[in-house]
């Protein structure tokens, strides 16, 4: 639903106790410093002491029918930011 509303990835500050949940059992990943000046344009929410994720949304038909099964398949990739349309969470 959220790739339906124009949502390209998800981005949260992630407390590092918990940052391996985040990244092996939820998909997300890391942002480096240079994914990070992208985003120069935007506003996020960020926490002293903590790191920094994002997952990328993509819409294929393997994590469509994972979600059926029950199943989480996430992709990690970092895809480049439409900035007109700013849908960053």
Known sequence: KLLELGVERLVLPAVP???NTWTTSFGF???T???RLNFLD???LDF???VICQKVLT???SSASSL???TIE???QANSCDHENKNVI
């Open 29 to 31: 990943s890391v942002m």
């Open 59 to 61: 819409n294929n038909l």
């Open 48 to 50: 002293q002491g903590t």
């Open 74 to 76: 996430c992709g990690t």
């Open 33 to 35: 410093e240079s994914e």
């Open 42 to 44: 935007y506003t996020f």
């Open 17 to 19: 106790s918990v940052l």
């Open 68 to 70: 059926s099964t029950g």
